[in-house]
């Protein structure tokens, strides 16, 4: 055997026995197979749009979302093999799902070396799943964006409602007094003024609860598809994730103490407390500011912020 011939021989060996070529049979149908750069890129481009925690191979791997050689026990794969995710757009292809399925039985390696992932055998290549729609919307994210920013309005227009509905008792109630367009007058109520007022006229005050009960309802929706779709914190970061939710936790604050200041109100104002009604109605007006303001503000960081 000449030397030529010697070295052709030893170039198609080691073709044939690269430990970089895997074989056929299971090499994953996917363009590339990079390892977890090819788990990076398939995060980074269904699931980072919703989850911050797809920004590293140590968050990625965190609190159970992958158990290296356990794809059954980890919630990424869990949540990807029966569509849950990605909530909103095309779900990820078989391949994609097998990929990822082999990339964490093989032990959730860091490394960018080929994985050796039996491809999708189902016979024709499916095209890619639909999202699946939630109640009339075309995802969770689509109806918790709407919910947020109606409620957001209804409540607007409740404490609009509301605010009128006081101004005008209080000018019935005061009479001549300070509502009077002659001055000062007599600034106080009594008690039978205000429970008089409290009995008359109950239009802006039902119209008012109505707008209440309709945001309320809606909120209601908005809070549990939120609460559903929360991500974990990355340590030593702030994302936008991290201030929507904490923006979450200030208007729910805010919404309960509504609700108690609110009832406080109401028995006031039927037990004709009037020097007892003044600081509540005062709460009551600035908690009702507060909320629409921080949900409004909550939902424009979400949106215009990047991720």
């Known amino acids: 055997m000449n030397i030529r ?34 788990i990076k890129e398939i995060l980074d481009n269904r699931c980072s ?7 590293s191979y140590d ?36 391949d994609q799902k097998a990929f990822i399925k082999g990339w964490i039985a093989a032990g959730a390696p860091s490394t960018e070396l080929p994985l050796s992932v039996p491809a999708d055998t189902s016979g024709a290549t499916p095209a890619p799943a639909a999202s699946k729609g939630f109640l009339f919307f075309p995802n969770k994210v689509v109806f918790h964006e709407v919910t947020g920013f109606v409620s957001t309005g209804l409540f607007v227009a409740a404490g609009v409602v509301g605010t009128i509905h006081l101004i005008n008792m209080m000018r019935a109630a005061h009479g001549s ?68 939710r ?11 103490g509504q609700m108690v200041l609110g009832f406080l109100a109401t028995d006031a104002l039927s037990r004709g407390d ?3 009604l003044h600081p509540i109605m005062v709460a009551h007006t600035a908690v009702g500011l507060a909320i629409p303001l921080v949900m409004l ?3 424009l960081e979400n949106m215009l912020l990047p991720d």
């Open 177 to 244: 007094g300070i509502f009077a367009s002659e001055g000062l007058g007599d600034a106080e109520a009594s008690s039978g003024d205000v429970i008089g007022v409290w009995n008359g006229d109950q239009t802006l005050r039902w119209v008012h609860v109505g707008l209440l009960v309709a945001g309320e309802a809606l909120y209601v929706g908005d809070a549990i598809t939120g609460i559903s779709m929360f991500t974990d914190s990355t340590p030593g970061k702030l994302t936008k994730h991290d201030i929507h």
């Open 49 to 55: 749009a919703c989850h911050d925690w797809t920004s």
């Open 5 to 38: 011939t010697t070295m052709i021989f030893v170039a198609l060996a080691a073709l044939v026995f690269s430990p970089s070529t895997l074989p056929a049979e299971t090499v994953s149908a996917l363009s590339e197979n990079k390892g977890f750069a090819t």
């Open 274 to 276: 009037h020097n007892g």
């Open 246 to 256: 904490y923006a979450f936790y200030t208007h729910a604050a805010l919404m309960v």
């Open 297 to 299: 503000g909550a939902g």
């Open 59 to 94: 968050s990625i791997i965190a609190a159970g979302r992958v158990v290296p050689g356990k794809p059954e026990s980890s919630r990424l794969y869990k949540r990807i093999a029966n569509d849950e995710m990605p909530a909103e757009g095309e779900k990820l292809s078989p």
